[in-house]
């Protein structure tokens, strides 16, 4: 019935645009709370093993140590067990902590005055001098210092309460140059693989202009949380900034480091980070450079549970739909307690749950006309009226068409059909119709005492008559009535099934039987 379907399609059609329409909207292009949640500040030391050779007299090593600090920086974590990136010259610093001890062992041993710092001095002593010379790496023959390096990292992730010791980390790759990317993981404390993480982009496209840059200035704290300032490509996919911007972006390489994410301002995705400082000019390194080192060093960025549930809460937060963002933030919690964006939203959407601010507590606008007070719009009535009429016809178009077709059988297909079957084993027993009425008189002339009735073959001891076939009756019976003692099939003229004994409806379709 296509006509009946496409009125009922119309009718659910037309349903759907009366119904109130809740407002869609998509995640707000800008924001970076997607990537905040996945800021890390990085701060590397060197630990320096120094051990100075003194021959003058009586051979003596003295053996000092020293901590100091190499470089400190931004990152962001692009696995949920702990993989970081950031930049090489936050972890690998052109200065030598080398030159560094052996100032200092110097100094202490031979009691002279050498600055505490990273670069090469000279004695005016031409003895001493040589000595310290040969002190400087790197290391030869005849040096006079044997000094051993390790680089200590330590990541510390954007969470509340902040670890009170970082996270170790190890370096598992550096770049050729100090804006290239370097590959951390960390050693402890990603276990649970509950770490947030940022979204990355694909590539720095042709298009891409407005930035955000996502920096840590210190160890993010409640009262210190990442820093974020705006930023413009020029041309845009290129390397470099607007001279306003460039100017800016010093600053913040200046005061907090590089490594900080990019942030492109309509995806919400990191796209590259803030390298440069020193002698190399500010850029941006791009993403396409992070994923091939990530690739490098046999890692995939990925995405946790804890993301995948935050940015869930994020659609209700944004739309300032906050009872609807609570349980979700909650959640959120449940997967990372110290959650420090979460736990912020959190306490925005309970204080303005129920608020004026709150969007699900508004009424919702419809997309029908506004009724006067006091009335019901019209449009009401024509709708539960052609609802109503509607159904009127998918019941009555059924039972019309039933009718309709039960007449057409009618007029071409006989009352009953009967058909006698050859032998009784060619239907079931339970599923003959058998008429039976009293044999007649046998035909003393025709047949003997001991002879059978009319239309049966076989002999009483077989305990189950034979039915004889119609072409064998002769004129034993007649077409017209149904042969005495034989089974009669009956079948409905409506769907064809076979009737019972006495059945006056089908008992398939319901159809009245045409006879008693």
């Known amino acids: 019935m296509p006509r009946l379907n496409s009125l009922v399609a119309g009718l659910g059609a037309l349903g759907v645009l009366t119904m109130p329409s809740l407002p869609m909207h998509p995640h707000p292009s800008g924001s970076t ?32 140590e020293y901590d100091m600090a190499l470089a400190n920086g931004s990152g962001f974590t692009v696995t949920p067990d702990g993989v970081v990136v950031t930049a090489t010259g936050v972890v690998q610093s052109s200065k030598d902590p080398r030159v560094y001890a052996a100032n200092r062992v110097f100094a202490e041993y031979f009691k002279v005055k050498i600055p505490a710092d990273f670069s090469r001095h000279s004695l005016d002593n031409p003895d001493l001098n040589r000595r310290l010379q040969a002190c400087y790496p790197p290391q030869g023959q005849n040096s006079t210092c044997i000094a051993n390096v390790t680089t200590k990292v330590t990541v510390f992730p954007n969470l509340s309460p902040p670890p009170p010791d970082g996270l170790p980390a190890q370096i598992i790759s550096t770049g050729s140059s100090s804006t290239a990317p370097a590959i951390l993981k960390v050693t402890k404390g990603g276990e649970s693989e509950n770490l947030p993480t940022v979204p990355l982009g694909t590539t720095l496209g042709p298009s891409i202009e407005p930035l955000d840059s996502m920096t840590t200035p210190a160890r993010p704290t409640d009262k210190a949380p990442p820093k974020t300032e705006t930023a413009h490509l020029d041309p845009p996919g290129s390397r470099t900034f607007k001279p306003e911007d460039r100017a800016k972006l010093d600053k913040v390489l200046s005061a907090d480091g590089a490594g900080g994410a990019f942030i492109d301002d309509k995806t919400s995705e990191v796209v590259g980070f803030l390298a440069g400082g020193g002698d190399a000019a500010t850029t941006i390194t791009p993403i396409d450079d992070v994923r091939q080192a990530l690739v490098s060093a046999g890692f995939t960025p990925r995405r946790g ?22 349980p979700v933030l909650q959640q959120v919690l449940k997967l990372q307690p110290a959650h420090a964006v979460a736990q912020d939203h959190l306490r925005v959407a309970t204080a303005q749950k129920g608020s004026a601010a709150d969007a699900g507590n508004k009424p919702i606008v419809s997309a029908s006309p506004v009724a006067t007070q006091g009335s019901i719009s019209p449009l009401i009535y024509v709708t539960g009226g052609i609802v109503v009429v509607g159904l009127l016809i998918a ?25 006698v079957p050859m032998a009784i084993t060619s239907w079931p027993a339970h599923a003959a119709t058998q008429v039976v009425s009293a044999p007649r008189p ?57 009737l019972g004994h006495g059945h006056r409806f089908c008992g398939f379709c319901g159809h009245p039987s045409d006879t008693p």
């Open 33 to 64: 709370d997607r990537v905040t949640p996945g800021a890390d500040r990085i701060e590397s030391t060197s630990h320096v093993t120094v051990t100075l050779l003194d021959d003058r007299s009586v051979i003596q090593q003295v053996v000092r």
């Open 305 to 326: 549970p804890v993301d995948v549930v935050f940015e869930n809460a994020l659609a209700s937060y944004h739309n300032k739909f906050y009872a609807a963002a609570i």
């Open 395 to 419: 019941g009555a178009v059924p039972i019309l068409l039933r009718r309709r077709q039960s007449r057409r059988d009618e007029e071409q297909q006989p009352q009953s059909v009967e058909v």
């Open 442 to 498: 046998p035909d003393q002339g025709a047949m003997g005492p001991d002879s059978p009735p009319h239309g049966v073959l076989g002999s009483p001891a077989l305990g189950m008559p034979e039915l004889m076939p119609p072409s064998s009756m002769g004129s034993m019976g007649s077409p017209a009535s149904p042969p005495q003692g034989r089974p009669q099939l009956k079948f409905c003229t409506q769907c064809g099934m076979r």
